[in-house]
Nanobody, 125 residues
Framework: QLQLVESGGGLVQPGGSLRLSCAVSDLTWDYYPIAWFRQAPGKQREAVSCISRRAGATVFTDAVKGRFTISMDIAKSTVYLQMNSLKPEDTAIYFC??????????????????WGQGTQVTVSS
């Protein structure tokens, strides 16, 4: 059973930065896509970005392009989401997810069958 554990969320002022981490329990999962999703209050879960060794990195959300960067440290079995120039509209619970169904980065949450517990990101002055 694959386990994902997010960390790094918190309260930050607009224009600030945070780095989220997703620790993955199984080293063999580095060939499978690991994605970051976010869900703001009253809104649907939204795919933000994804990475896999086969597919590379993908940014799904235009709103974060140029500000968020996804990366993977194979040795540490960890996927990161570096978030810069944060805006109040980035406020959400951020989840990492993994898929056993595909090697490609897909945008639908239904394609991911392993999820972390989420970490809260709040951008406010």
């Amino acid at each position: 059973q694959l386990q994902l554990v997010e960390s790094g969320g918190g309260l930050v002022q607009p224009g600030g930065s945070l780095r989220l981490s997703c620790a993955v329990s199984d080293l063999t999962w580095d060939y499978y896509p690991i994605a970051w999703f976010r869900q703001a209050p009253g809104k649907q879960r939204e795919a933000v970005s994804c990475i896999s060794r086969r597919a590379g990195a993908t940014v799904f959300t235009d709103a974060v392009k140029g500000r968020f960067t996804i990366s993977m440290d194979i040795a540490k079995s960890t996927v990161y989401l570096q978030m810069n120039s944060l805006k109040p509209e980035d406020t959400a619970i951020y989840f990492c997810a993994a898929s056993s169904k595909t090697h490609n980065c897909l945008v639908s949450s239904y394609d991911y069958d392993y999820w972390g517990q989420g970490t809260q990101v709040t951008v406010s002055s």
